[in-house]
């Protein structure tokens, strides 16, 4: 069997068009290292995939004219068998009552040969919102500055900032990924390229809210604060320093004279994260130890065992442990008070969260999940106008067969994770729930070729979970959408994402209110995306070209852009041209959900990410250049609640 044909039998798209309509050939080479980094798929004898039903409607298998009957089937779960049956029949007819729930199903013919696949109980759609109509405040959350930060914004910051949108009439805030990152790779910021997705950057923490923390200990830092506080961009080499002192100082003041309450806390906290917190922590332990990638390791640590955990824990590193996971406490403890503060607030949203697509390969989750994830490729995507050479983001994302053979475990404790405080949550790049672009490692990123994914099985599971935790799901479909994609997420329940800066038609022409669908989330940009003062500037495509990368558009085309805004604003009788006006446009949609960013509201120039830079550009470290307690009057508060009238938040 040649390459090509192993491949398309393993749902590898070698041949396809890429988002400028040029014909693209995965390289044989290129396509030897994606067969190689997939994890060994079971052949099925009779299923064709993970079996998907949908609560209220009629659900049947079909199965292959091989199976022997009558076949016997059971549904199973870690807590014995929930149901089970015989069938005379090819086609199986689930039972209507089977509870929600991610399970596997067996099944045995006449010639007691067997097979088996996932079997998911799902809600008939994802959890809707109980909000009519709102918008939330879009925040950079590293970026924020405030007169007691410790050079970067905190989860202190995030309360005032809530308290700051509730007043504004916002139903939440929205945030970049506050995944954990590397403690000693603070260069590495990037939020979407993070260590774990199952756990907490804890650069975020406000150290001076510990009730273990002692000031008096840290006088000799004001100096080194006050440089912090001036500074345009985030030290985050200095920052972290800083931080990762001051919590080793409370943990062990803790482990000293642990005031009741709080070893109560700490220790609940710890019976409920369980194992994955130990792997973390131990993970965190050995990384250090080893300073060397986790398949480099000795072998007896090249994947996690509990067993191994509980050893490390009771020997000399026990106390290094501890302290990992008391930092992840103090960051839980501190983010759950932010949620508590919206519900306060009687916000509708709360917390809206970001989710990356991947995690790193030589990270906590790649480690953890071995067969699910596929650290040897990186997931990216083909060329387009916006990045001509196609891009490669370094990540490692889960992949199909892995999936299955774990039950989608892997993908659900994600989505726990991310939902765990968050009214909303947003899937970045959500069409890899359908098919992930890979590229191998080496390789150029116009290289890479689209692997299928369980599509319906992952929508399944993102509608179970999202019901579960009363969490709006907002995928990020854009870029290269396949044909009816927009389609199956809405049948689910699964919210759109769209960006007016791409919502024009074949002419340039912006489309009007009418065009926008009810469930989604619509912006005028994203963090990826000039800001809207840089936009009509023109500063987003200076910047490029004096570095020496493609912009995609020309000065006419953005000229012609902003001829196409006004003569939508005037269509639309709103007489004023700036941001407001664009605000007043957007809160005229259909869609439910409207992020305005503070970038904007601020008339921010310059944008927090370029793709496609590293040095050239400060990259997710630019800080506002309005101190939190300033921004109320810095806004047009007037010219907001006009812009944002009928979506605002009943307080």
Request: a negative charge.
């Amino acid at each position: 069997m040649d390459l090509f044909t192993q491949a398309t039998e393993l749902g590898i798209q070698t041949e396809f068009y890429d988002g400028q309509g040029h014909r693209r050939v995965t390289d044989a080479a290129a396509l030897q290292v994606i067969l190689d980094a997939m994890p060994v798929q079971l052949r099925r004898r009779w299923l064709q995939g993970p079996v998907v039903i949908r609560r209220g409607e009629a659900a049947r298998t079909e199965l292959c004219e091989a199976v022997a009957l009558p076949l016997r089937w059971t549904i199973g779960s870690s807590d014995g068998i929930i149901a089970q049956g015989e069938s005379g029949d090819r086609t199986l007819h689930w039972p209507a009552d089977l509870p929600i729930g991610c399970y596997r199903l067996h099944l045995t013919d006449a010639t007691q040969s067997h097979d088996e696949a996932p079997l998911i109980v799902a809600p008939p759609t994802a959890y809707s919102g109980s909000f009519d109509r709102c918008w939330i405040l879009a925040v950079q959350l590293y970026g924020v500055r405030s007169a007691r930060n410790w050079g970067m914004g905190d989860f202190t910051d995030l309360e005032r900032l809530i308290d700051l949108a509730a007043s504004l009439g916002a139903g939440g805030v929205g945030l970049n990924p506050l995944h954990a990152l590397f403690d000693d790779r603070p260069s590495d910021c990037s939020p979407y390229s993070p260590n774990s997705r199952q756990f907490l950057n804890a650069l975020y923490i406000d150290v001076e809210q510990l009730p273990e923390f002692s000031r008096e200990r840290f006088a000799d830092v004001e100096d080194t604060l006050a440089e912090l506080a001036r500074a345009e961009t985030i030290s985050y080499a200095t920052v972290a320093g800083l931080k990762w002192r001051a919590l080793r100082q409370a943990y062990d003041s803790f482990c000293a004279d642990p005031r009741p309450d709080r070893a109560a806390g700490f220790a609940a906290f710890r019976e409920e994260r369980g194992a994955l917190l130990l792997r973390f922590a131990c993970f965190e332990v050995l990384r250090h130890k080893f300073h060397t990638p986790w398949w480099d390791w000795p072998a007896e640590w090249r994947q996690p065992d509990d067993a191994q955990c509980e050893k490390l824990r009771d020997g000399e590193d026990g106390g290094e442990i501890g302290f990992i996971e008391f930092v992840q406490w103090c960051a839980d403890e501190q983010l759950r008070g932010c949620r508590d503060s919206a519900k306060r607030r009687g916000m509708s949203i709360g917390l809206y969260l970001d989710v990356a697509v991947g995690v790193q390969s030589d990270g906590f989750d790649a480690w953890n999940e071995r067969v699910a994830i596929s650290r040897q490729l990186g997931v990216g995507a083909p060329p387009d106008p916006l990045n001509t050479a196609g891009q490669d983001w370094g990540l490692a994302g889960f992949n199909a067969a892995g999936l299955e053979a774990r039950s989608f475990e892997p993908y659900r404790a994600m989505l726990r994770a991310s939902m765990r405080y968050a009214g909303a949550i947003r899937l970045d790049h959500v069409l890899g729930l359908k098919r992930l672009y890979l590229v191998p490692h080496g390789f150029r990123a116009d290289n890479g070729a689209y692997v299928q994914m369980p599509f319906e099985a992952l929508l399944a599971i993102t509608a179970l979970e999202s019901c579960a935790h009363h969490c709006v799901v907002i995928g990020e479909d854009l870029g290269t959408v396949p044909d009816g994609f927009r389609d199956r997420l809405a049948a689910w329940g699964i919210w759109s994402y769209r960006v007016m800066i791409f919502e024009r038609d074949g002419n340039g022409a912006f489309r009007g209110p009418d065009a926008y669908p009810a469930n989604a989330l619509v912006t005028f940009n994203t963090h990826d995306l000039a800001t809207f003062a840089g936009w009509r500037s023109f500063a987003d495509l200076q910047f490029k070209r004096s570095i020496g990368i493609d912009p995609g558009e020309s000065d006419d085309a953005r000229w012609h852009a902003l001829g196409m805004l006004g003569d939508m604003l005037r269509h639309q009788a709103i007489e004023r041209d700036d941001f407001y006006a664009v605000t007043k446009f957007l809160t005229r949609t259909h869609s439910r959900l409207l992020a305005i960013s503070l970038e904007d509201l601020l008339k921010v120039t310059d944008q927090p990410n370029i793709p496609g830079t590293v040095d050239q550009h400060p990259n997710w470290r630019r800080r506002l250049p309005v101190p939190l307690e300033d921004i109320v009057a810095a806004i047009d508060q007037p010219a907001l609640q006009d812009a944002t009238a009928g979506r605002g938040q009943q307080r």
